[in-house]
Each structure stands twice: as C-alpha cells, then as structure tokens.
C-alpha cells in the first residue's frame, strides 16, 4: 500500500523554529513536495525535495532522506501568519499522494 | 496573468442529480489535475490531465465520475447521480507541464460541493 504519515497537530511559539515530520511509504518515488493552506483557502506550494539534502527558502526549509523514507518541513522565526495546515505530498510515475496534514498552532 | 479559477464557488444540490464543476488553468498550463479534499482532510487525487488526454483515471472514486479536458484548456469534472459522501471541495491545478508531477502545482480556490 501507499500511504504517508505527518502529525495531525503542532504548537508552537511565535519566533521559533518548528519541524513537521513525514514519513511516506510508497511504490515508485520522485519527489516530496510540500504546501501549505490557510483556513478557507487553496493550497500553495512550498517546497519540493527530489535529492537528499536540505533546500532552503527564506525561513522554510525542506529536508529528504530516501534511505529513511522520511522528510521535514523545518519552519524558522515563526509568524503568527504561519497558522495554517501543511501537507507533505509524495510524487511518482503515475500520481501524486497527500499526508492528511498538519495544523500548526503558533501563540504568541 | 490569471491564476487558475473554478467554477461555481459553491454548489449546493439533492442527491441524485448531476453536477458539473469549471476549471480554468492558467494560461499555458499544459497540466492539469482535479483533486477532492473533505473536511479537516488532505487532498486527494482524482484524475490529471496532460494537454487533453488524462492517462490515468483510475483515481476517480466511482464510474460516477468523469473529467474531460477539450483545447487543452478548460475542464470539467462531471458528477452524475450525486450522493451525500461526494459533499467536498473540488480542487482544481495545473503546472506547466507534468513531468512526474514534481512540477509546481498552482491551485485555485475550490468548488465546495454539498449533496443534501
């Protein structure tokens, strides 16, 4: 079977660093790729991971580890606009599979 | 330019009638993929489109549902004889092309459907 695994929910405080874990086990791999979506809206891409390593982009970072199965979205110096739910998404040859997301809580 | 659109914004409907859903990519787009999120859920994949042609529909839940893409450009998602469990937001996205799907997908705002 298919299928990824990210926590349902985190917290964390305004001006930190958060990291939100996935794990993916699928059949066929090119990417990770991560979004974000605010209440009520769309989905916006973030990131995408097809090598091992990290790739950064301005305070988010992306992190793969193929051996592992495994990613992170590492958010740093966190705004209160950071409040949304992100999705790690696992692409291959023939579709795309989303993690049911993670909301991130952020107090200030 | 434009960023893709969906059409209705909201649509409510009674079980058993058919319902069609818009989407317009953004120009040049040659990709295009339908997804269906439920409340509190993640996305999930429904069908995708390169130029006309969707070469995999084995994602659409049911024979209930067809897609069709015509002039590489607009396309609708097709419900027939709707049922309470097809109540979602349709999403719609298209990316430049669709090589594997790690190109950037550009989503727009959704159709939100509701069968009573």
């Known amino acids: 079977g298919q299928s990824l695994e990210q926590p349902s929910e985190v917290t964390a405080v305004e001006g930190a660093i958060v990291q939100i874990n996935c794990t993916y086990q699928?059949?066929?791999?090119?990417?990770l790729s991560w979004y974000q979506q605010h209440d009520g809206g769309a989905p916006t891409f973030l990131s995408y991971n097809a090598l091992d390593g990290l790739e950064e982009t301005g305070r988010f970072s992306s992190f793969l580890s193929r051996s592992d199965s495994y990613g992170y979205l590492l958010l740093q110096e966190l705004q209160m606009k950071d409040s949304a739910s992100y999705f790690c998404a696992v692409s291959s040859a023939s579709k795309i599979i989303f993690g049911s997301g993670t909301r991130l809580s952020i107090r200030p | 330019g434009a960023g893709v659109s969906q059409s209705p914004s909201n649509k409510v409907t009674e079980k058993g009638k058919d319902v069609e859903l818009r989407c317009d990519p953004i120009s040049g787009h040659t990709a295009l993929y339908w997804y269906r999120q439920s409340l509190g859920q993640g996305l999930e994949f429904l069908i995708y489109?390169?130029?006309?042609?969707?070469?995999?529909k084995s994602g659409l839940p049911s024979d209930r549902f067809s897609a069709e893409r015509t002039g590489g450009s607009v396309s609708t998602l097709t419900i027939q004889r709707t049922q309470q469990e097809d109540s979602a937001v349709y999403l719609c996205?298209?990316?430049?092309?669709?090589?594997?799907?790690?190109?950037?997908?550009?989503f727009g705002p959704g159709t939100r459907l509701t069968v009573l």
């Open positions: 996205a298209s990316s430049t092309s669709n090589r594997d799907f790690t190109d950037t997908q550009y």
């Open positions: 699928t059949s066929g791999f090119y990417g």
């Open positions: 489109f390169q130029g006309n042609s969707a070469p995999d």
